[in-house]
């Protein structure tokens, strides 16, 4: 099970810019009454996603439609925000660090992975030229249908393939949608495609263990049980009313206060591992779209949310932590620490008289990553940086499905802090209305 130490972030570490641990006691209260309100609704069913780890209905649909496709060369996902940032993350987490460039025997047999999120017609038209569909599975995964992006990637699958493999073109497609409304499922049910159902009370963003992130996984292969099973053990942690034992109420409480308290608006997310980075590309998205609000519960103008930023380490360290260290205290870091890699890598002893060179040599590049983040988490410290760090065990499923709901129940916490919806996007709303304006969607001219 994975772990958070909040050993850098108090005022003893950290200066006058950690905490107090009184602050915390003092928002005890309140995070009680939003424990108690996030069971409540769980019990009501209005938040599915908290029970998804348990859906085992769901994930054999999954299992048994990759089992469909196994013999694909390619696997092409369709999608934007977090139907594309959930498998995404699973993916460069749990695959192979150069899985695409593997020969099929190599992946044995998996699928290579590649994801259409943008449309930036070069990388689009670049990569459906390089997936032959007669060796490839399209996932198109999209809760309405409607959104301009991933409608577009629609268009020019369904065309590529129908051109290509004529009426057993539906044989490669599989759009993950809403099980009952929206385009996608109409369009569905008149060409006979093959369907995965997304849950209607489940948002984009909170989707990963959904099909949306459970289909991919099980076709490249990933131990999809021990990825649900880590993530229900958390949901049951991160429910309990016990502070002490349950790290999502701490951390939750502890970011609200940083951003609130301390004006530590820039919350900084670094990975200490390849593997793990991008989660924080997930985590992104999480945060910034649930939590940048621009009136609360109560109809009030409060325009509150904290910034996420993403890094890597050791990497990062050559170009943005000279800003963490000397730059405005308004950053709060959120440290991922790999504590066992899949590899161990021993670097050679050779030049003993370089001395730039000997001291490396016999020593770990898995020892040299871990003093890399240790001295990097006390630099800030000795700053007065404050920082938590999350740790995991091992790289593998149960670590990343622990993780995953985690920052799921953080951020739902959170919003109770802020007294802000988390499971909606207006902003975002906003932007799809100009884009069907601009371009001339039906209904939509006269909202530009």
């Not at 994975?2 to 003092?26: V, Y």
């Not at 932007?431 to 530009?448: A, D, F, H, N, S």
């Given at each position: 099970?994975?772990?958070?130490?909040?050993?850098?972030?108090?005022?003893?570490?950290?200066?006058?810019?950690?905490?107090?641990?009184?602050?915390?006691?003092?928002?005890?209260?309140?995070?009680?009454?939003?424990?108690?309100?996030?069971?409540?609704?769980?019990?009501?069913?209005?938040?599915p996603f908290l029970d998804?780890?348990?859906?085992?209905?769901?994930?054999?649909?999954?299992?048994?439609?990759?089992?469909?496709?196994?013999?694909?060369?390619?696997?092409?996902?369709?999608?934007?925000?977090?139907?594309?940032?959930?498998?995404?993350?699973?993916?460069?987490?749990?695959?192979?660090?150069?899985?695409?460039?593997?020969?099929?025997?190599?992946?044995?047999?998996?699928?290579?992975?590649?994801?259409?999120?943008?449309?930036?017609?070069?990388?689009?038209?670049?990569?459906?030229?390089?997936?032959?569909?007669?060796?490839?599975?399209?996932?198109?995964?999209?809760?309405?249908?409607?959104?301009?992006?991933?409608?577009?990637?629609?268009?020019?699958?369904?065309?590529?393939?129908?051109?290509?493999?004529?009426?057993?073109?539906?044989?490669?497609?599989?759009?993950?949608?809403?099980?009952?409304?929206?385009?996608?499922?109409?369009?569905?049910?008149?060409?006979?495609?093959?369907?995965?159902?997304?849950?209607?009370?489940?948002?984009?963003?909170?989707?990963?263990?959904?099909?949306?992130?459970?289909?991919?996984?099980?076709?490249?292969?990933?131990?999809?049980?021990?990825?649900?099973?880590?993530?229900?053990?958390?949901?049951?942690?991160?429910?309990?009313?016990?502070?002490?034992?349950?790290?999502?109420?701490?951390?939750?409480?502890?970011?609200?206060?940083?951003?609130?308290?301390?004006?530590?608006?820039?919350?900084?997310?670094?990975?200490?591992?390849?593997?793990?980075?991008?989660?924080?590309?997930?985590?992104?998205?999480?945060?910034?779209?649930?939590?940048?609000?621009?009136?609360?519960?109560?109809?009030?103008?409060?325009?509150?949310?904290?910034?996420?930023?993403?890094?890597?380490?050791?990497?990062?360290?050559?170009?943005?932590?000279?800003?963490?260290?000397?730059?405005?205290?308004?950053?709060?870091?959120?440290?991922?620490?790999?504590?066992?890699?899949?590899?161990?890598?021993?670097?050679?002893?050779?030049?003993?008289?370089?001395?730039?060179?000997?001291?490396?040599?016999?020593?770990?590049?898995?020892?040299?990553?871990?003093?890399?983040?240790?001295?990097?988490?006390?630099?800030?410290a000795r700053q007065e940086?404050?920082?938590?760090?999350?740790?995991?065990?091992?790289?593998?499923?149960?670590?990343?499905?622990?993780?995953?709901?985690?920052?799921?129940?953080?951020?739902?916490?959170?919003?109770?802090?802020?007294?802000?919806?988390?499971?909606?996007?207006?902003?975002?709303?906003?932007?799809?209305?100009?884009?069907?304006?601009?371009?001339?969607?039906?209904?939509?001219?006269?909202?530009?």
């Open positions: 099970m994975i772990s958070l130490n909040t050993d850098h972030a108090f005022s003893d570490k950290a200066g006058k810019h950690g905490l107090n641990p009184r602050d915390i006691e003092k928002l005890k209260p309140k995070i009680l009454s939003a424990l108690a309100a996030i069971r409540e609704r769980q019990r009501a069913s209005e938040l998804l780890p348990n859906d085992r209905a769901a994930a054999d649909s999954c299992r048994v439609m990759a089992e469909r496709f196994s013999k694909m060369q390619n696997f092409l996902l369709a999608g934007i925000g977090g139907s594309a940032l959930g498998p995404a993350a699973l993916f460069g987490t749990l695959a192979h660090p150069l899985h695409n460039l593997l020969n099929a025997d190599q992946r044995k047999g998996r699928p290579r992975f590649f994801m259409l999120d943008n449309v930036d017609p070069d990388y689009a038209s670049a990569l459906l030229a390089m997936c032959d569909p007669r060796e490839t599975v399209f996932n198109i995964i999209s809760k309405s249908g409607a959104t301009a992006e991933t409608a577009a990637a629609s268009l020019l699958v369904f065309d590529r393939t129908q051109k290509a493999l004529g009426p057993k073109w539906k044989e490669h497609v599989v759009c993950t949608t809403d099980p009952r409304t929206g385009d996608l499922r109409k369009l569905c049910e008149r060409e006979g495609l093959l369907t995965l159902d997304l849950p209607s009370g489940v948002g984009g963003r909170f989707s990963i263990l959904t099909p949306v992130g459970l289909f991919p996984a099980y076709l490249l292969g990933f131990d999809v049980d021990a990825l649900l099973k880590g993530a229900s053990e958390m949901a049951a942690r991160g429910l309990s009313d016990d502070l002490s034992q349950n790290p999502a109420a701490k951390l939750a409480a502890m970011l609200y206060l940083f951003d609130r308290e301390y004006k530590k608006l820039i919350h900084v997310m670094m990975a200490y591992a390849n593997s793990l980075y991008l989660l924080a590309d997930w985590f992104r998205q999480l945060w910034a779209e649930s939590l940048g609000k621009a009136t609360d519960l109560n109809g009030d103008k409060v325009n509150v949310g904290p910034t996420p930023v993403k890094a890597l380490g050791a990497t990062d360290q050559h170009s943005q932590v000279q800003l963490f260290i000397e730059g405005p205290y308004d950053k709060v870091f959120i440290f991922l620490e790999a504590k066992q890699f899949r590899t161990e890598l021993v670097l050679p002893s050779i030049y003993k008289d370089v001395s730039s060179l000997d001291y490396l040599g016999g020593q770990t590049m898995n020892r040299l990553m871990a003093a890399e983040f240790a001295a990097t988490r006390e630099a800030l940086r404050p920082s938590v760090t999350i740790t995991f065990p091992q790289l593998d499923a149960h670590s990343v499905g622990s993780f995953l709901m985690l920052m799921e129940i953080v951020t739902t916490i959170a919003g109770s802090l802020y007294n802000i919806n988390p499971f909606d996007q207006p902003g975002v709303e906003h932007g799809k209305v100009l884009t069907y304006g601009l371009m001339g969607r039906k209904g939509y001219e006269k909202k530009i």
